[in-house]
């Protein structure tokens, strides 16, 4: 499989890192390609091509992955246009906010229904093959949405979606990331006011929330039930959980996920 991404931002060397390390794909089967050379810099020494040019990116490319800032989507794909017409080839578009309909629109399906298209959100977590993805099949045969699926399972978690439920996605799952991190962020520098060293709070910090998701995974608790575990009756767990939600913590992290689906 050859495999084109254009745009070496975060997300786009995200996902070039990450396939590159599952080895879903050859590195010299592997081009990326974006308009900032500083960007490519990194890939120069792991076998992938780079290249400023998006068309000769996609020449004789299966699966083009555009990632670029919403915005430019229409502007790539006018430049594509040469290299993708009347031939065979799966596009994934990874950028927020841009519909379907546009897409085809600008891919000129009518024209070119031999495209396999697709919408997905994977988080910047994919670099580490730790994403959580959702993809969205847009004019795709059941084979193809089966690869793609197996593709980004090797980088994390899938789900195939509706397109109405991207925007959700995004939120819960990129935006996601920030959030978590947030917390953590957080939770250090309370670590630090209780006579931690900053290192020694990131790395109990960091450890614990490790500990916390891979209990979830492997039991398939509620995180209620686990949180029932630690919280003994008139415990400091129970007392510093109280004032968190005293503080707003549940409202403010449901308040903040719906905010990330407006406009």
Known sequence: MKIAIIGAGAMGGALAEGLMQAGMVNTSDLTISDPNEKALE?????GASITTDNASAVAGADT?????????????IEGL????????????????????????????????????IFLAIPNTAIAMKESMTFLVPVTATASAISEMTALFEQVGKCIVTEERLLAAGTTLASCGIAYAMRYIR???EGGVEIGFRASDAQQIVQQT???????????????????????????????????????????AVIRGIKAGMKS
Do not use: Y
Not at 42 to 46: K, P
């Open 209 to 251: 929330v490790k500990g916390a998701v891979t209990l979830l995974q492997a039991t398939g608790h509620h995180p209620e039930e686990e949180i029932d575990k630690v919280t003994t009756p008139g415990g400091v767990t129970i007392k510093g959980l109280n004032e968190m939600e005293h503080a707003g913590f549940s409202s």
């Open 81 to 116: 246009l040469p290299s993708v017409n009347g031939r065979q080839a799966t596009i994934v578009v990874i950028a927020a906010g841009v519909s379907s309909e546009k897409i085809c629109q600008w891919l000129r399906h009518e024209q070119n229904p031999q495209h396999q």
């Open 186 to 188: 957080a939770a250090i």
């Open 42 to 46: 990194r890939f120069a020494t792991s």
């Open 64 to 76: 083009i992955f555009i990632v670029v800032k919403p915005w430019l989507v229409e502007k790539v």
